[in-house]
């Protein structure tokens, strides 16, 4: 008998990179299922990895057709993200398509322990394996005043700069934050690193509300230079709104790399978001959606520099239980047992 490890087949030498459809909703999934379809089922592998909900379908045929396995990246509670929102319809469609095909799975992963109890719960699957979204972690003076962002912006030490980094989307608290604004000490400035459609939104807003010079826009930067750029902030916010199950259930990438870069967190009382700021002790949590209590708690995270070090402090002790060292090590083993299966 040939030996498992000799038989498997050895990784392509090329990535084959396809267009994604001009659609949205069901006819984006369709047109991308085409596509990815037609590119897994010419591709002899071990194993397929669906990386979210619109390629599964694909990679469940291919698997089929090759005798292979296949895994499942449920990064979101697909059926109920903001674009579902008062679209039932749609919310069917997904969930269908959802149940369809992640029980021929041999493993699933998504970012936080809720939503993997929803995923077994609703589709009778195991409960799927919690990968968190988080970077790798860096002390906060290895990165402190390399990019001169608090020179560009022409900040002095005593002001203190709140960062919204990500998209500027609706439900994302972006207007919220705008609208504390001039409720917030006169020391405070806001920064938005990103892009997004909400970006001319924002800057129209903030100058209604006449605090156009302490609201600052940034444009996106690398990856790699990205926990740099936040550490020269002093508080960081992740201000989800309560509108679908996705966010309130959400454990965002931003809140890690906040507390990566060594900064106290401002975020949405959501379960996941309060239980990592609450149970380590890094920052404030807000009525998700609500400008007054936002400036409320921001006020308090800007006037107590020392409860601002305090959280500063103890963001390293996030990463001593949650990091990509342990979170890869858990998507990696449940790769080996579906080969070995």
């Known amino acids: 008998m040939t030996d498992a490890v000799e038989s498997r087949r050895e990784p392509p030498s090329e990535t084959a990179w396809l267009s994604a459809p001009n659609q949205s909703g069901p006819r984006f999934f369709w047109a991308w299922h085409r596509r990815i379809s037609k590119a897994a089922l010419e591709s002899p592998a071990d194993i397929f990895h669906a990386s979210d909900l619109y390629t599964l379908a694909a990679a469940v045929k291919a698997s089929r057709r090759h005798r292979a396995k296949c895994t499942y990246d449920a990064r979101e509670l697909y059926a109920n993200v903001v674009s579902t929102v008062n679209r039932p319809y749609v919310s069917w469609f997904w969930r269908l ?44 003076a290895d990165n402190a005043g390399k990019t001169g962002l608090r020179r560009r ?7 203190v700069l709140i960062i919204h980094q990500g998209q500027m989307r609706p439900y994302r608290g972006c207007e919220v934050l705008v609208r504390a604004v001039p409720m917030l000490d006169k020391r ?48 960081g916010v992740t201000l989800l709104e309560d509108v679908c199950l996705n966010h309130h259930y959400a454990l965002p990438n931003k809140l890690f790399e906040y507390l990566a870069a060594g900064i106290p967190v401002l975020g949405s009382n959501l379960p996941e978001i309060a239980k ?16 007054a209590d936002t400036a409320s708690k921001l006020n308090q995270m800007v006037i107590n520099k020392d409860a601002r070090v305090r959280w500063s402090t103890n963001t390293s002790t996030v990463f001593e239980t949650i990091n990509w060292e342990s979170a890869s090590q858990r998507m990696l083993e449940r790769f080996r047992k579906a080969l070995e299966a």
């Open 97 to 140: 398509i959802e149940r369809s095909y992640i029980r021929q799975c041999e493993a699933t992963f998504t970012v936080s322990n809720s939503i993997a109890d929803l995923i077994a719960l609703r589709y009778a699957v195991p409960t799927p394996t919690v990968v968190e979204n988080v970077p790798p972690y860096r002390t906060r």
């Open 276 to 291: 990592v700021i609450h149970q380590f002790n890094v920052g404030l949590v807000c009525n998700p959606g609500d400008s």
């Open 153 to 159: 912006l022409n900040l002095s030490k005593s002001e």
């Open 188 to 235: 405070a400035h806001v920064a938005f690193l990103g892009s997004g459609p909400l970006a001319p939104e924002l800057k129209v807003l903030a100058a209604s509300l006449g605090c156009s010079n302490r609201v600052h826009f940034i444009d996106p930067v690398p990856p790699d230079q990205l926990l740099d750029i936040t550490a020269e902030t002093d508080i």
